[in-house]
């Protein structure tokens, strides 16, 4: 195996912050290298240098044993590297196809062949096993729709290196068994693959080696066949971690929300209830209807047919802003698309969740009781003091939704609909994350998980909602919930 990446002291620096510092790192060819580390650790900033979307402020970088000098990721992409970023950078005003061959299309007669892209399109969506439309708009796709074309536009071309940053955030545990079979055949024919990911069970079937970085630095190369989760995770965040899910204690009171026949685009039918003081878990496949339903409940797409009362009290078809006011706080998916205000600082995010059960006095709000509750708000999610006044589109994802779940902190709710709430975000993170959600709960709070990671669903629910085709197919009690018993429904028609 030759090595195909070698980067020595590679260093990156901003105004005021180091976030690589002097790194050392070797890729081989047909060897999948996993990088390992909390958000903010240093691993994005080492693929963009790489992948020529940024530049190195010293240090070096040899592709295939020549000097580089990428100036722009068209330049690494002459040199066989492709890359598949956390944010996507796709036109949504494209097609999907459009979208692959972007740059690169191919010529029939001098023009674009137009009905050639599609039908390599969909090639390329048949070998991965997803299910797309090669001519449907990226802007009618969903997230992890989009981060399927995202892939497919990454294996597109002659690749000698290939880079997958969190490449399964999106996805389903059969579109990431599909991804995975499509890198093993990419390792056999040589490719390089450099693969970030916070999914520990991933990495024991992918990875062949790990580096683990924190706060910039390299910490240790290991071999992951010689390593454990718990070394793992302790050279990750400098100290053990004995448990990643915490116990939480149920204690079910009676139903605070009762859904009957609930009906909605992408969901047939549903009926189902929530109680205070327990976890409900949702799982399912992408575009089972398990998010279109709890969107459709609390207001952010139309509902059909069905009823659905929240404290005895007929709430059917109300919008999100009464939802809000009637004591439910929903944390949707995309925290950059529909939870935050990336223009904003993160204690003005805080601020902003706080005025939703300020009283104004005289019609002045009370600022300085506001920024004090921001702030007690900033302590309780442990979001660091120094990321407080920085704006909310420079966080690492993980400060990102410390942030978000800030903001439904700000008032006292007494329903929390989290939608995939720890997707992008580093273990140590989602320990703190977990930590919030096992206080809400204890508290009396009455809280809905819904998740694609289907161990955190699991360990996290007290009750699990199974979707299948816009249809619940199971409700298991915690006794009755395994991975068997759960991916046994999600094909049920």
Excluded at 34 to 48: D, M, P, W
Excluded at 85 to 114: C, Y
Excluded at 116 to 144: C, N, W, Y
Aim: hydrophobic share 40%.
């Amino acid at each position: 195996m030759q090595t195909v990446i070698e980067t020595a002291a590679l260093t990156k620096r901003y105004p005021g912050v180091v976030a690589l510092d002097a790194v050392d790192f070797e890729l081989k060819s047909g060897e999948v290298h996993v990088l390992f580390g909390e958000n903010g650790a240093g691993k994005s900033t080492l693929i963009a240098m790489v992948a020529g979307a940024s530049q190195p402020s010293s240090g070096s970088l040899r592709v295939n044993g020549e000097d580089v000098n990428f100036q722009s990721v068209a330049d690494a992409r002459e040199k066989g590297i492709s890359a598949v970023f956390q944010e996507f950078s796709l036109v949504p005003t494209m097609s999907v196809a459009e979208n692959i061959f972007l740059g690169d299309e191919p010529k029939r007669r001098g023009f674009t062949d137009k009905s050639g892209m599609i039908h390599r399109a969909r090639e390329l969506f048949e070998q991965l096993d997803f299910h797309i439309d090669p001519k449907a708009l990226v802007s009618t796709l969903s997230r992890a729709e989009q981060q399927m074309v995202e892939i497919a536009k990454a294996f597109h071309g002659q690749l000698s290196i290939l880079i997958l940053d969190e490449p399964t955030a999106s996805l389903t545990d059969r579109e990431v068994d599909h991804l995975f079979k499509v890198v093993e055949q990419m390792k056999a024919r040589g490719v390089g693959v450099i693969y970030i990911s916070h999914r520990m069970q991933e990495l024991k079937r992918i990875a062949d080696r790990v580096t683990v970085l924190r706060d910039g630095r390299k910490i240790a190369t290991v071999a992951m066949a010689e390593t454990s989760e718990a070394k793992l995770v302790e050279m990750m965040v400098g100290r053990a971690i004995d448990e990643i899910y915490p116990a939480i204690e149920a204690r079910p009171g009676a139903p605070i929300l009762e859904v009957e026949g609930l009906k909605t685009s992408g969901v047939k039918e549903a009926a189902l209830t929530v109680r205070p003081g327990e976890i409900l878990g949702v799982a399912g496949l992408v575009g089972s209807g398990k998010s279109r339903c709890f969107r459709a409940i609390f207001g952010l797409q139309s509902m059909t047919a069905g009823q659905v009362r929240l404290k005895d009290r007929g709430v059917t078809g109300a919008s999100c802003r009464h939802m809000m006011g009637q004591g439910v706080y929903y944390l949707p998916p995309d925290r950059k698309t529909e939870g935050l205000q990336l223009a904003f600082t993160s204690r003005a995010n805080l601020i902003q969740g706080v005025m939703v059960g300020a009283s104004s006095r005289l019609g002045l709000l009370p600022w300085k009781d506001m920024r004090a509750k921001a702030e007690a708000v900033a302590e309780s999610v442990e979001l660091p003091p120094a990321y407080r006044d920085r704006l909310a589109a420079q966080l690492s994802g993980g400060n990102q939704q410390k942030t978000l779940f800030g903001r439904g902190l700000g008032k006292d709710y007494d329903l929390y609909i989290f939608d995939e709430p720890t997707v992008g975000v580093d273990m140590g993170a989602r320990a703190a994350i977990y930590g919030l959600i096992k206080r809400l709960t204890e508290s009396g709070k009455a809280v809905v998980v819904i998740s694609s990671d289907l161990p955190e669903v699991m360990n996290l629910s007290h009750r699990l909602l199974v979707f299948s085709h816009g249809r619940i197919s199971a409700e298991l009690p915690r006794e009755e919930i395994s991975e068997a018993a759960v991916l046994a429904h999600f094909f049920e028609e």
